[in-house]
């Protein structure tokens, strides 16, 4: 008699590695002649099919196996959205190279810096880049050749050492290249957080880890993407890819609209009429962007109705404007470049449609609940769970398939115990709905307590006279430190300090309410649009509280 088998069996479906050039093959095929349209350096607009993308990405990546790209080395791009930047995308990482976006907002020591950590053997630039690698080539020794995004006409005149031109190379190459097999767990692409204190830390994100990534983020409670969208992404191809818009536009197969360098209000609406643009996704400061040119025009847009708003805590009064006034519908999502980015994103669930107005409201200010494959916990000081309650509030942890496990070139261990701690802080409701208080660097401590930045700038922002506010936390002899408001006023109003600090009254306990507030014509950003709180503790380390007890 034959004995019954023990453990488990494998299964016997077939084994496609999840590879990104997939994610092209699909859209060449059934959304050949789908749009991508983009917005160039050169001027006017450049439009073509996936096909086309697809054909000329095949192109590319054989001219970057005759520029001696190896498999897992690392080729750079400092370039804004546009149509060769999505061919980079594909044919870096498709041909098993790995894609390295790198930010041209940093300090150019921190580009050479990052160029070298990273070890890049070839980088791709935009035009308006030209001068800055002049600066660079001399210090970036690993890169072999510098490639010009533009045809032989516009070829920049600048003195470096092997600068090619990304068109003659194309023109070179026939397209009847096949993608390569490999294992899905290789390297894809290569971002470094904005490091705002010491250098910055590489993350390394993998074919499959992005392709499970652009699975989630198309979901209906996430982008709930579909081909019969038109997708904007403001946010830049070097930032966190573009929050996977690059790679979850051609899965799903919907329009793309690429803003190149131009993403002031009017310019970015003038691409949401033209083209029909039905999402676009964007930091807070470029929303504030789009609602002013909208209050100019007074008019809604034709076609954009959704949006996404995140990178950094979206202000209700923002949101709630450009939905009542224009009808646009900002989804608030949470996410870092280490967690590729998508961490959470706020919809609601059924049961919420018994929500009155303002406990809606309330929800949709949270920055959402973690879609499938995102794990999350909040701990104390001592690393202890603490309830999802909406009420505890601790350091954030995350883990899954597209979290960080280690970061690059480093073996400093960048885990605790299997989870990522984020250096975020806030609480989780039972529901799930993580709402953030602060940075973990950004916590204003005050007599041993902690007061949340964003919910004193959240209320700030709701004032009818306030644009822009930022709440930082000045030295305090008795308490530590004790918040500092810091006020953009809209054009033509002009908010006193009593004013301003009476509208706190009864919103939030007394103790809350900041000391003193400071009138400024704008808000230094970092390079990722955010603003930053880092120049603005700088700025404002000496300023003199009313109670006389600074420093
Ligand atoms: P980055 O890696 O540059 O995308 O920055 C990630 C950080 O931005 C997070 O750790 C948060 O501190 C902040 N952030 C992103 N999205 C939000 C949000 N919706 N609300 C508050 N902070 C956010």
């Excluded at 990052?114 to 001399?138: C, G, H």
């Excluded at 652009?214 to 081909?227: E, I, M, N, Q, R």
């Excluded at 280490?338 to 303002?358: C, F, Q, R, V, W």
């Excluded at 942890?397 to 480093?410: A, D, S």
Aim: aromatic fraction near 8%.
């Amino acid at each position: 008699m034959q004995s019954r088998k023990q453990g488990p069996i494998l299964g016997q479906m077939m084994e496609r590695p999840l590879l990104l050039s997939s994610l092209l093959r699909h859209a060449e095929r059934y959304h050949a002649d789908t749009e991508i349209v983009s917005r160039t350096l050169e001027g006017g607009l450049h439009r073509y099919g996936y096909a086309a993308a697809a054909s000329r990405a095949r192109r590319l990546a054989k001219a970057l196996e005759r520029l001696g790209l190896q498999r897992g080395e690392r080729a750079a791009t400092l370039a804004w959205n546009g149509y060769r930047h999505f061919e980079l995308y594909y044919a870096i990482s498709g041909g098993g190279a790995v894609l390295h976006t790198v930010n041209p907002r940093l300090f150019p020591e921190q580009i050479a810096w990052i160029i070298n950590d990273a070890e890049d053997q070839l980088l791709f630039f935009d035009l308006s880049f030209a001068k800055l690698i002049e600066q660079l080539a001399p210090r970036c020794t690993t890169v072999r050749h510098w490639v010009a995004l533009c045809d032989a006409a516009h070829r920049p005149d600048i003195a470096v050492p092997g600068l090619l031109c990304y068109e003659d190379l194309l023109a070179a190459e026939h397209d009847d290249y096949e993608w390569p097999e490999f294992d899905e767990r290789c390297a894809s692409a290569l971002c470094y957080t904005s490091g705002t204190t010491g250098n910055p830390k590489g993350v390394l994100y993998s074919h499959r880890s992005m392709l499970l990534h652009g699975y989630a983020s198309c979901l209906p409670d996430v982008f709930g993407f579909s081909a019969r969208d038109c997708i904007l992404p403001v946010v830049p191809m070097f930032h966190v890819n573009a929050w996977t818009i690059p790679y979850a536009a051609p899965m799903v197969g919907a329009k793309l609209v690429l803003p190149g360098a131009a993403l002031d209000g009017p310019s970015l609406c003038a691409l949401f009429e033209d083209e029909g643009v039905t999402f676009t996704g964007g930091v807070p400061t470029v929303w504030q962007g789009v609602l002013q040119q909208l209050r100019q025009t007074g008019r809604r847009p034709r076609t954009l109705r959704r949006g996404v708003i995140g990178g950094s805590a979206a202000p209700p009064a923002l949101v709630e404007t450009l939905a009542r006034d224009y009808g646009i519908e900002l989804d608030h999502a949470w996410g870092m470049t280490e967690i590729s980015p998508l961490g959470t994103y706020n919809k609601p669930k059924a049961k919420h449609a018994a929500l009155d107005a303002a406990a809606r409201r309330a929800l949709a200010a949270k920055q959402g609940r973690p879609p499938y494959g995102v794990e999350m916990k909040i701990v104390d000081g001592e690393g202890r769970t603490l309830p999802n309650d909406g009420v505890a509030v601790g350091e954030l942890l995350v883990r899954g398939p597209w979290v960080v496990g280690q970061y690059f070139n480093t073996d400093a261990p960048t885990l605790r115990d299997g989870w990522f701690p984020t250096g975020d802080v806030g609480s989780i409701d039972a529901d799930g709905y993580l709402c953030i208080t602060d940075r973990a660097k950004d916590v204003i401590k005050s007599g041993g307590e902690w007061i949340g930045s964003i919910e004193l700038e959240n209320l700030a922002c709701a004032h009818p006279a306030v644009a822009q506010a930022a709440v930082i936390g000045v030295a305090h002899r008795k308490w530590d430190e004790r918040p500092l408001l810091i006020v953009v006023p809209k054009a033509g109003e002009r908010p006193t300090r009593e004013e301003l600090l009476g509208w706190y009254q009864g919103k939030i306990a007394k103790w809350w309410t900041p000391d003193d507030v400071v009138f400024v014509e704008q808000l230094p950003l970092t390079a990722t649009g955010k603003i930053s709180k880092l120049q603005l503790r700088e700025q404002f380390r000496e300023h003199r509280l009313p109670d006389g007890e600074s420093g």
